[in-house]
């Protein structure tokens, strides 16, 4: 059934706290009208109430579609989370303060549609591994097929997270307009360190890559071809390292940064040597 036809954005149509051995399985929560009202399912979970999970739910044309927030071993799998996302405090998908191991499993999710401005914020977590789920490890898969790649805002927001791997993604977006960012790098009221991307393939948006804060960060072996700017790199910003990578028809810079970095062994055109491989 559809539900939750009355919500408005503050308003979470499913909303847990504390709940121990729960799950929501198949539930529609797409809302029907030309707004996006509310946010689907909120999650308040603290160390002790474990675990939960939401699989193949619907939930659709919501401010935000579904928000996480504290605890640990969830699964959120095979959800559609279409025409959701209105902006970067209200995204698809709101992870925030988890507490990570081999128990948490994110995949299968599909995302786009209607007003898709952003798409997964993760945020005040540590030891985080993000990526197609090719990667042994993974904590959040999340495929080309997946349609992540959609949001005109940003693909993948992450804020106030240390040791994290974000590896394997592609975050082009998918129409000819240059639009969004495929993935944000920073620091709310936090800490933010050593988020290291690897093999990431993004295309065709106003920055590829986006580090407004933090230490320690990396971007390697990746594909950043084709923006408006390739990364870009706010002054704050300390010991960061970009190598390996192909920097290729940008139309503004490849690397536009105002903070001290080291960049080495990247390409950034001519006759093309693949991706990983030193000029």
Do not use: W
Request: aromatic share 8%; charged share 10%; glycine share 12%.
């Amino acid at each position: 059934s559809t539900v939750g036809n009355n919500a408005i954005s503050s308003e979470s149509v499913l909303y847990f706290s504390n709940l121990t051995n729960s799950s929501i399985n198949n539930v529609d929560l797409t809302r029907t009208g030309g707004t996006q009202f509310g946010r689907g399912i909120y999650v308040a979970n603290g160390l002790t109430s474990y675990p939960f999970s939401i699989t193949n739910c619907a939930v659709g044309n919501r401010r935000t579609g579904i928000h996480i927030s504290g605890g640990r071993n969830y699964t959120v799998q095979n959800n559609t989370l279409t025409g959701y996302g209105n902006n970067l405090g209200e995204p698809a998908l709101y992870l925030n303060a988890l507490t990570v191991n081999s128990n948490l499993v994110i995949n299968g999710n599909t995302f786009g549609g209607a007003n898709f401005n952003t798409g997964i914020r993760v945020e005040n977590t540590s030891d985080l591994l993000i990526s197609d789920g090719t990667v042994s490890g993974t904590h959040i898969g999340v495929t080309t097929a997946n349609g992540l790649g959609n949001a005109t805002g940003y693909a993948l927001y992450l804020a106030n997270l240390t040791r994290t791997k974000v590896q394997n993604m592609d975050l082009s977006f998918t129409t000819t307009t240059k639009t969004g960012v495929g993935i944000q790098i920073t620091t709310n009221f936090g800490t933010t360190a050593q988020v290291e991307m690897k093999s990431l393939i993004v295309k065709n948006r106003v920055d590829g890559i986006n580090i407004a804060s933090g230490a320690n960060h990396s971007v390697k072996c990746s594909d950043l071809s084709d923006n408006s700017d390739g990364l870009e790199i706010a002054s704050s910003v300390t010991s960061f390292v970009c190598e390996q990578n192909s920097f290729v028809g940008n139309t503004n810079y490849a690397i536009n940064s105002t903070a001290s970095i080291t960049a080495e062994n990247n390409y950034f055109g001519g006759g093309a040597p693949p991706i990983g491989t030193p000029n």
